[in-house]
C-alpha cells in the first residue's frame, strides 16, 4: 500500500500552535477525500478534520476554533494548523486520503506532544 508522507509534529507548551503536513505521491490519483485523524493509547483512531475535493471543512467539536484543515490539489498536500493546543490534543496524528466517502491510503503518524 502507497504510505503518504507526514512532517511537522513535536513538542509544544500548553497554548502553543503546530502545523503538519502530508504529500500524497504522484502514483495516487483520486484525493478526493482528504483527512487528519488522531490515536491515543488503549483508543481508537478518531476523525479530527477532513475536507472533501468540492467540499468544505469539518471539524470535531474539540478541535472546532482552534484548528484549521487545508488542502493544496497541484501538490497532493493537506495541511493540518493547530492553535491554542491543549495537553488533551497530545497523540499520534495520521493524514489520510480516498476517493469519496473513504480513506485507503494512510501516513506513518507523526507526534504531538502538548505539555508544559
Known amino acids: 500500500q502507497v504510505q503518504l508522507v507526514e512532517s511537522g509534529g513535536g513538542l509544544v507548551q500548553p497554548g502553543g500552535s503546530l502545523r503538519l503536513s502530508c504529500a500524497a505521491p504522484?502514483?495516487?490519483?483520486?484525493?478526493?477525500?482528504m483527512g487528519w485523524f488522531r490515536q491515543t493509547p488503549g483508543k481508537q483512531r478518531e476523525l479530527v478534520a477532513q475536507?472533501?475535493?468540492?467540499?468544505?471543512?469539518y471539524y470535531v467539536d474539540a478541535v472546532k476554533g482552534r484548528f484549521t484543515i487545508a488542502r493544496d490539489n497541484a501538490k497532493k498536500t493537506v495541511y493540518l494548523q493547530m492553535n491554542s493546543l491543549k495537553p488533551e490534543d497530545t497523540a499520534v496524528y495520521y493524514c489520510?486520503?480516498?476517493?469519496?466517502?473513504?480513506?485507503?491510503?494512510w501516513g506513518q503518524g507523526t507526534q504531538v506532544t502538548v505539555s508544559s
Open positions: 489520510s486520503v480516498g476517493p469519496p466517502g473513504m480513506y485507503i491510503h
Open positions: 504522484e502514483s495516487i490519483d483520486d484525493i478526493s477525500s
Open positions: 475536507f472533501p475535493s468540492g467540499g468544505t471543512p
